[in-house]
């Protein structure tokens, strides 16, 4: 991508194109010390690697649903508000307070 050439990809149509998620990942794993050369192949090989994350944490949330039930034979309400504690010192910090 060359702006001075005017070849260069312009992000907002790439992001109506393909998504912002798709935009995010290629950001991500792109080198950053090279030229970062944006084709068609590289989208696509990115989008469906999109997929299979985004599908597998759908089925791993899918799964977890009934773990809250005290129903469940697994459910051990200790463990899960020690998960919960962790999970939330953990996450502490990373989203701004919402303003009142």
């Known amino acids: 991508m060359s702006k001075s050439l005017g ?3 312009d992000p907002k149509v790439l992001v ?20 970062v050369r944006i084709f068609d192949e590289l989208l696509d090989r990115l989008s469906e690697a999109y997929r ?5 944490c759908r089925y791993i949330l899918g799964n977890l649903s009934n773990q809250l039930d005290p129903r469940h ?3 051990d309400p200790t463990r899960m508000r020690c998960l919960t ?3 939330s010192k953990s996450t502490s910090g990373l989203w701004p307070e919402p303003r009142a």
Not at 16 to 35: F, K, M, P
Not at 52 to 56: A, E, G, L, S
């Open 52 to 56: 299979k994350i985004r599908n597998t």
């Open 16 to 35: 109506q194109e393909r998504g912002a998620e798709i935009v995010r990942l290629l950001t991500g794993s792109v080198n950053y010390v090279d030229d």
């Open 7 to 9: 070849i260069g990809v």
């Open 73 to 75: 034979p697994r459910f």
């Open 85 to 87: 504690g962790r999970c």
